[in-house]
């Protein structure tokens, strides 16, 4: 198969992009899905449309949420390019919610205003149906589901397609493209313990690195401090943190109001902070009885969940809990991951062919994402990469005709046990605090399952499983060489200062570099 442009992964960043290129050339256009990602969870986000707000506050709030560890250039392309979307939500018919004084925002944990904006608490769902509705108009654009891209097909030096396995059929086969987008989203579902679907994993990193991208900041997991632990049908479902505002507190196994041990400002911490104080709280004094800590929402007024926490409430009641009346168990789970494939603001990686965007880059969140700047990540930078992607495409290229298909083989090894090990050394090894020694025990673990897997082309499993564990290698190695804490990276045996540089790594013909890059 051939096409113009290649887009793996149809999150809401992939759709964007679509998009752009489907009204502004006349390329075509096939996007790639295996599912939705985290992006049908996304409620809000941040638009500095509020009287006390500008773009400046945005950006210094941005930078010092991230720990001034974030690429400048890619916070100020977020920033500048933030408020242009109120047009871009009109020209879509779509309204933000609004109050008597305008754009309806919430404040989220990290931020100096309230900043988060949103279509009835589901901006995610709104704009991905009208944007694949108007997409599905273009014959241009081809959408094929149930289809995992497993590895970057290179010809000198260029990206030009992509190894897919079809999910359906159960056989292998190639793209060819002009232009290929790599929005394939982040890596937090390789982790055991996530608020992510099962789509989404470590394919995307696996295949830039090894296609020769350099990735950054792959150590800076941000977990969600308020995931659900129980009961079974709500676990690993975040409860937004925008709560602590409205009167949320979070207590410890015995019901004392432990964060006000830890910070005067109690819960109104930012993330990674209240995740390493739940963390601490469960190791030190023990914990709720399936694993966390009571996140107590009874003195939430009324009318909050009535409007804006209502699918909260919603969610619960069907389990039988009234979030209301009693607390209910959470613990932190990863959620976003703020590394990813190096870009520069254009979404451009210095590999031709090959260009990322969304929560498949790294480098905008440092080393702690704000909260709501993954949902407006998804609209700049996918509109974004679609401009690259059109002055991308090289109409001089020749491109393989066709492609054969390949029947999947069947695993030689015993996948779910290598699944069940992998997840407990990224349990111990890449918690929310680590230590040198956990990290290279589990380096060790995963190289010598990375051997015993052996050869893993064509069988789908295999080659997921040898994706996943070579995302979670680099997330140990670049864990191990930033040595010191910082953000969601907190090592308990620190022996730096915060440092001043980032991690990157890029494969070097059959060797890893690994070096930190002065910010
Ligand atoms: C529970 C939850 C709630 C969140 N809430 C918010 C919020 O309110 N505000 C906010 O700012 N951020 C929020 N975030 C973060 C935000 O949702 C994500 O950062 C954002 O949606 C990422 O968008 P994306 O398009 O880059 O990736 P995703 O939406 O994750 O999409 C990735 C796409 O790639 C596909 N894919 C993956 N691997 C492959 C492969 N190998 N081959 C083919 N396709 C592939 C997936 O199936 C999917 O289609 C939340 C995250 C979670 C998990």
């Not at 056989?171 to 989203?185: D, P, R």
């Not at 590394?339 to 031709?352: F, L």
Request: with cysteine; hydrophobic share 35%; charged share 25%.
């Amino acid at each position: 198969m051939q096409t113009d442009v290649l887009i793996i992964g149809a999150g809401l960043t992939g759709i964007v992009a679509a998009d752009e290129i489907i009204r502004n050339s006349t390329l075509k256009v096939v996007q790639l899905s295996n599912g939705s990602g985290a992006s049908p969870f996304i409620h809000g986000f941040c638009i500095p449309v509020g009287e006390a707000d500008s773009e400046e506050l945005f950006y210094e709030d941005s930078m010092r949420s991230g720990y001034y560890q974030s690429d400048p250039k890619l916070v100020r392309q977020l920033c500048m390019n933030s408020k242009e979307l109120l047009d871009y939500f009109k020209e879509l018919g779509l309204e933000l919610d609004r109050n008597e004084e305008g754009v309806n925002l919430l404040h989220a944990l990290g931020s100096t205003v309230p900043r988060i904006a949103g279509i009835q608490n589901s901006t995610g769902p709104a704009m991905m149906k009208r944007l694949q509705e108007r997409l599905k108009k273009s014959k241009r654009y081809t959408k094929i589901s149930g289809q995992r891209a497993l590895e970057l097909i290179r010809e000198s030096g260029r990206v030009i397609g992509a190894k897919c396995y079809d999910t359906k059929e159960d056989v292998f086969y190639s793209i060819y493209a002009k232009a290929v987008i790599l929005a394939t989203g982040g890596f937090g579902r390789i982790f055991p313990e996530s608020t992510n679907s099962q789509d989404i994993g470590g394919d995307g990193m696996a295949m830039a690195y090894l296609a020769g991208a350099t990735l950054t900041d792959m150590e800076f997991i941000q977990f969600e401090p308020s995931a659900a632990v129980w009961p079974p049908q709500v676990a690993g479902k975040g409860i937004v943190t925008t709560m602590f505002y409205d009167g949320a507190v979070l207590r410890g196994k015995d019901g004392n109001r432990f964060m006000l041990d830890y910070s005067e400002a109690g819960e109104c911490v930012p993330k990674d902070v209240q995740s390493k104080c739940i963390y601490e709280e469960m190791q030190k004094n023990g914990t709720t009885p399936h694993g966390g800590v009571w996140f107590d929402a009874t003195k939430v007024p009324e009318e909050k969940w009535q409007g804006v926490y209502n699918p909260y409430l919603k969610r619960y009641l069907a389990c039988g809990i009234d979030l209301r009346k009693e607390p209910v168990e959470i613990a932190p789970a990863a959620h976003t991951t703020c590394g990813g494939v190096k870009i520069d603001e254009n979404c451009h990686t210095g590999i031709p062919g090959l260009i990322v965007c969304g929560e498949a880059a790294g480098g905008l969140h440092g080393a702690n994402r704000l909260g709501g700047n993954a949902g407006l990540e998804t609209m700049v930078f996918g509109r974004i990469a679609g401009k690259a992607a059109i002055s991308e495409v090289d109409g001089m290229l020749i491109l393989p005709e066709k492609t054969e298909c390949i029947i999947n083989m069947l695993p030689d090894v015993d996948i779910s046990a290598f699944r069940a090990k992998l997840e407990k050394t990224i349990r111990n090894s890449l918690n929310v605090i680590r230590n040198k020694e956990s990290l290279e025990h589990g380096i060790h673990t995963v190289t010598s399952m990375i051997k015993k897997l052996g050869k893993y082309q064509n069988c789908y499993e295999k080659q997921r499983l040898y994706n996943d564990l070579l995302t979670a290698y680099i997330t140990m190695v670049s864990a191990l060489e930033r040595s010191s804490s910082v953000g969601c990276h907190c090592r308990e045996d620190a022996i730096e200062e915060m440092g001043t540089y980032r991690v990157e790594i890029k494969k070097n013909g059959g060797c890893m570099d690994v070096h930190r890059k002065p910010i």
